[in-house]
């Protein structure tokens, strides 16, 4: 059983930064592709981006640009730097091990002024 904890959620104001991690622990025999979703109110959960074992990245075309995706593979950590935030990136963000398609619980971040 793997259990995948995210954090560093908040609000911010327009133009803002935050960075979000997420640690993986529990069974895990290696870790290869992770990935940051994110849900609003009243919308369907959406892809943000995604990193390989090896560091090959993916975004989604609205935050590419803006959110960079690391990892730190001795930690079991995957963060999420998030730059020039606009209020349209306000949602609930969610990390996923693609492996056993396990998903933490949600970290919360705001873009309000």
């Known amino acids: 059983q793997v259990q995948l904890v995210e954090s560093g959620g908040g609000l911010v104001q327009p133009g803002g930064s935050l960075r979000l991690s997420c640690a993986a622990s529990?069974?895990?025999?290696?870790?290869?592709?992770m990935g940051w979703y994110r849900q609003a109110p009243g919308k369907q959960r959406e892809f943000v981006a995604s990193i390989t074992r090896s560091g090959t990245t993916s975004y989604a075309m609205s935050v590419k640009g803006r959110f960079t995706i690391s990892r730190d593979s001795a930690k079991n950590t995957v963060y999420l730097q998030m730059n020039s935030l606009k209020p349209e990136d306000t949602a609930v963000y969610f990390c996923r091990l693609y492996s056993t398609d396990s998903w933490g619980q949600g970290t919360q971040v705001t873009v309000s002024s």
């Open positions: 529990g069974n895990i025999f290696d870790i290869y592709t």
